[in-house]
């Protein structure tokens, strides 16, 4: 009994079996979570960019709005911009302040439409008689090795912004 108490031999192969399953999966998930931020800060990033770019011009059409859409795909790069969905929309409230949307256009996707509620950071009730021009996108992440886990995840954000050369976008010119 004496000489399998001191005997240490394949102590530390044994530990290895032990712990590296528990942590080949910490590494894993760090990657895929990394990942998951990274393509989280691409479409906000993406959404601001799409927004910033309309409210720059005083009207847009279908050919300008197509070429700032089309510039989401360099934004979200190097992630596919085929798994993207990008919303540009101009939201205008009436002298009761009630939202409608007044032109909407898409990439990959439906454009937006009524009814639609504007964020509580613009005053509660919504201010009468104002224009915001509504950037959204809709990225679907497949993780690489959780998707029988947890599929297809959207990952999505919106971003406000006031018209900067006029009080409203004019669509079409």
């Known amino acids: 009994m004496r000489n399998l108490w001191i005997d240490t031999r394949a102590v530390a192969a044994v530990e290895f079996a032990i712990v590296a399953p528990f942590m080949l999966l910490l590494y894993v998930g760090g990657v895929e979570l990394g990942n998951g931020f990274a393509i989280s800060v691409k479409v906000s990033e993406t959404a601001h960019t799409v927004a910033d770019l309309v409210s720059r011009n005083a009207c847009v059409n279908d050919a300008s709005l197509s070429t700032m859409l089309g510039a989401s795909a360099a934004t979200i790069a190097p992630y596919s911009p085929a798994n993207t969905t990008v ?87």
Request: aromatic residues 10%; charged residues 10%; hydrophobic residues 30%.
């Open 87 to 173: 919303v540009v929309s101009e939201i205008s409230t009436d002298a009761n302040g009630k939202p409608t949307v007044t032109w909407s256009k898409a990439l990959n996707g439906t454009p937006l439409t009524d009814p639609v509620t504007l964020p509580a950071a613009l005053g509660t009730p919504t201010p009468p008689n104002i224009s915001v021009i509504l950037g959204q996108v809709t990225y679907q992440y497949t993780p690489n090795l959780g998707y029988t886990i947890s599929g297809t995840l959207p990952i999505t954000d919106s971003y406000y912004l006031f018209p900067r050369v006029s009080s409203a976008v004019q669509y079409p010119c």
